[in-house]
């Protein structure tokens, strides 16, 4: 081989070598070309996608539409052809196309219907083309308008007159014939049907999601076509949307011993869902804490106390006789009180449920429904503003929350050193004696009714400093009781605040009320002018009644109520006090003029010396030896 054809030999694999690089240059030309033609496909489609929707927009404010329709339907037909494992964002973008077109048509209807129904407007020529001309897009459009109208006049929202009117102004329209003749031959059905359906409505609007439901039922039984329809539909969301709210409530009410409440509502749920284990459930829990009730109609035995001693080393010890022990029980009498309450058939009930206050100019009687054989009892406890100067009588000094939330009195307790340590009891206060009793004892209380704490103010509420105006009273009786003197900031006061409205809110949770004890709790309330009374109550009302909202009633300190018709007691019943409580030996009520009066028994080892007290408890097994042992 020569020098030139040895330099320049090429051996098979460069060959291939060669052949490979033409091949792969080839296709990469190819892929070149198809991208190409690809970009410009969908630039071209991008284009046009870019100018369908003004185009859409143009054709409609033009009269145009012909054309309108058929590049909406031509969008359409290119969302149904999409397949639906596409990965980019072609068909998505078509679809918000058709909304925008169908927004931009149902606008233009709205503002044609809005006339109609507002204005009482005839269609024009131009309104009656673009209604009839764009066919399903109006057509679907104009069937929702119908059917909301007809909504509106079930629901009594808009008159028969004006929905005959809308319907007349739509019937010669050949694009709703189908959806005009058939809706408005429903309209005087629709008619017959309002009552119940606003009945039902109205029941709603209270939150009486049962009575609904059940009127809703009865509508569904009686009518087909719309009216049917309708409440079929309202059956289905409010059985929806009540059901958690009311199983929570439900199941709350057994938490608090509402036991009559909570078969009632159970039993309700129960028709309306019949296939629902946990409601059967819960209806069985229920009825197994529920007897025959009937109605009462004689006096309801009201017993008062003050709060109890909580420490009787304290009360009773080496400097007993410093304070008058013989104006509180101890925890051990009242629990004692309650175990021959209890044994003599009473139970516990709410006042309130003795009238009814909607209306601020009259009351309405009530008579009590309590269970069959039982003796209905109220409960107060007095004035727990915590005086410091009853501390030597071993009191709490004011209540507390504990971890689980139950209320709990809090006293202290002196060590050999001379220190003070608090403890925290929740059967250190009457309020947590009666709430243990309760739960010891469920047929005590008659659909979880417990107590009233009846609160003054002039000094503090529940042991707190509320405002600023009670901390000179508060440190007169600090200096008398010979404690020292207090100071709050504001924030601290803040603080009390959302401290009392946190255990008015558990009490409240857990079946008490309250009263007024009066702010300065008046010793004789019959003595205070007119001035003085809307003074006092002024105070309460700013500092107390702004954390306990809604208290109607007041225990009047001593007794000495102010009568009914007096400008003073005129005064109360305006601001919304309605019970008013005195004093008497004996049970006793009347209803006033706007108010209902009730004698209390105010129940202490003072009150055990002068009245007869041995219907109620056996005196000498109920006072604690430790008082007997001692001269009071």
Known sequence: ?????????????????????????????????????????????????????????????????????????????????????????????????????????????????????????????????????????????????????????????????????????????????????????????????????????????????????????????????????????????????????????????????????????????????????????????????????????GHVQVLCIRSLIANPDAAFGVEFGKGDTGLYLTGSEFNKILENLYARGYVLVDPENMMSATDPGFILERNLTIPEGKKPLVIIIENLSYDPTAYVCGTCRRLVLNDEKQVCGEYTIKGKDGSEDAVVNRTAEAIGILDVFVSNHLDFTYDGSKGIVSIGGHDSCFGYIVDREQLKDRNKQLNAANLPQEEYTDAEIENNRTAVKNIVERLKDTGWKFASCTYGYLPNARKVDLAGIMDDMNKWNEQIGSLIPDTHMISYPGGNYIYGTDERAVLLKNNGFRIFFGAGPKPYHIYGDNYLYFDRTIISPNSMKNYDFSELFDKDRVLDAVRKNRKQ
């Open 1 to 297: 081989m020569t020098g030139f054809s040895a330099g320049y030999h090429f051996s098979e694999n460069e060959k291939r070598g060669k052949k490979g690089f033409s091949a792969a240059a080839f296709a990469c030309g190819v892929v070149l070309v198809a991208l190409v033609v690809v970009m410009t496909v969908l630039a071209r489609l991008n284009a046009y996608e870019d100018r369908t929707l003004p185009d859409f927009s143009e054709a409609i404010e033009t009269g145009n539409y012909d054309e309108a329709l058929a590049i909406y339907r031509n969008v359409q037909d290119q969302v149904l052809a999409d397949s639906p494992d596409a990965s980019d964002n072609t068909h998505d973008e078509r679809i918000k196309m058709l909304n925008s077109m169908e927004a931009i048509v149902q606008t233009k209807v709205d503002l044609i219907c809005d006339r109609i129904v507002s204005n009482r407007y005839v269609p024009q020529h131009s309104d009656v083309e673009f209604l009839d001309s764009m066919q399903e897009l109006t057509s679907s459009v104009i069937a929702k308008r119908l059917n909301d109208l007809c909504e509106q006049f079930l629901l009594g929202k808009i008159e028969k007159p004006d929905v005959i009117f809308v319907f007349n102004q739509l019937s010669p329209i050949s694009n709703f014939s189908a959806i005009v003749g058939p809706m408005l031959r429903e309209v005087d059905y629709i008619e017959t049907a309002t009552g119940d359906v606003r009945t039902a409505e109205k029941a709603l609007a209270t939150g009486d999601y049962v009575s609904a439901v059940q009127r809703y039922q009865l509508v569904n039984g009686k009518y087909e076509g719309f009216v049917g329809d309708y409440s079929s539909k309202r059956i289905a969301e409010l059985k929806t949307a009540m059901y958690e709210p009311m199983m929570d409530e439900g199941e709350h009410m057994l938490e608090t011993y509402r036991f009559y409440s909570a078969e009632k509502l159970f039993s309700n749920l129960a028709a309306i869902f019949p296939d629902d284990d946990k409601i059967r459930s819960d209806l069985l829990v229920a009825t197994g804490h529920t007897t025959k009730t009937v109605e009462y109609r």
